[in-house]
């Protein structure tokens, strides 16, 4: 039976899922050791959970988490720099982040991937529809925004489902990055 500590942060619920943070040190403890994360929280880590620049970027997210003040942890803070992972039973699926709190325009950015193993069975938009409501709740928070590459068509498909709507085209390497937001102000395209 897994871990889930409601001390930890909220368990948000839906679709069969388990979506929640992992406060610093057991971030700190996925990044560096998934076998021991998997004994202590009882769950199956699956190999391969992120590609190399995704681990980069969640250990800088780490960081930013490991270095709060002690009031800044206590308040909740932590959670906008967390990992959510996504459990479906004791397995995690996929995870998700938060690139940092409200900016002063008042909007987050998620971020998510899904084991390829799980694609394709609904997981993502179950998740991202339930951290983007979490989101929507916390206080400064007027609009979540995702970025996504155009010809990444499933990651666009779970953004138009929870109700996203692409706001900004920006030119990428390769293609156009979409920014996507969901609440807030409609876009003038």
Do not use: H
Not at 14 to 39: H, I, K, S, T, W
Not at 108 to 117: M, T
Request: net charge positive; with cysteine.
């Amino acid at each position: 039976m897994p871990v889930l500590n409601p001390g930890t942060g909220p368990v948000l619920r839906g679709g069969g899922l388990a979506v929640f943070p992992l406060p610093p040190a057991a971030f700190r403890l996925l990044l560096e050791d998934g076998a021991a994360f998997g004994q202590a929280w009882g769950m199956r880590v699956p190999g391969g959970m992120w590609d190399a620049d995704t681990r980069a970027a969640l250990k800088a997210l780490c960081r930013k988490a490991e270095g709060l003040s002690r009031r800044q942890m206590e308040k909740g803070r932590w959670r906008w720099y967390a990992v959510w992972l996504i459990l479906q039973g004791d397995c995690i699926v996929g995870s998700a982040c938060f690139l940092g709190p409200p900016c002063a325009a008042g909007w987050v950015e998620l971020g998510y991937c899904i084991q390829a193993a799980f694609r394709g069975k609904g997981y993502m938009t179950t998740a991202a529809g339930l951290l983007t409501a979490w989101a929507m709740e916390q206080p400064g928070v007027r609009s979540v925004r995702a970025q996504t590459a155009r010809d990444n068509s499933a990651s666009c498909r779970v953004l138009e489902k929870c109700g996203f709507r692409v706001i900004r085209v920006l030119p990428a390497e390769g293609g156009e990055e979409w920014v996507w937001e969901y609440g807030g102000v409609p876009p003038v395209l």
